[in-house]
């Protein structure tokens, strides 16, 4: 098992920048590729963004890149999200996800955060 809390949620003006977290606990975290899913208000749950285990090898939904970046610190525990140039079409609940290897679907992470909300401003 492998639980999983976010923080670092908040409300930011379009443009701005917030970074979140996801500290694990439990099974060995640096066995699992880790993810960002988010779930704006009537809205299915979306991938983000997905890093490796092994070689740190990332993947990025294409609204998003160039302006988020994630990264991992297993000494931690701990996968980031880094966000700039918010946009209020980015407010939506941010989750973490583990799985086993880098994948983009939802249907194979075996293990969810509670999720943070992101509220961007116009």
């Known amino acids: 098992q492998v639980q999983l809390v976010e923080s670092g949620g908040g409300l930011v003006q379009a443009g701005g920048s917030l970074r979140l977290s996801c500290a694990a606990s439990?099974?060995?975290?640096?066995?699992?590729?880790m993810g960002w899913f988010r779930q704006a208000p009537g809205k299915g749950r979306e991938f983000v963004a997905a890093i490796s285990w092994s070689d740190l090898s990332t993947s990025y939904a294409d609204s998003v890149k160039g302006r988020f970046t994630i990264s991992r610190d297993n000494a931690k525990n701990t996968v980031y999200l880094q966000m700039n140039s918010l946009k209020p079409e980015d407010t939506a609940v941010y989750y973490c996800a583990a799985d086993e290897s880098l994948t983009m679907r939802e249907e194979r992470y075996d293990y969810w955060g509670q999720g943070t909300q992101v509220t961007v401003s116009s």
């Open positions: 439990g099974r060995t975290f640096g066995w699992y590729a």
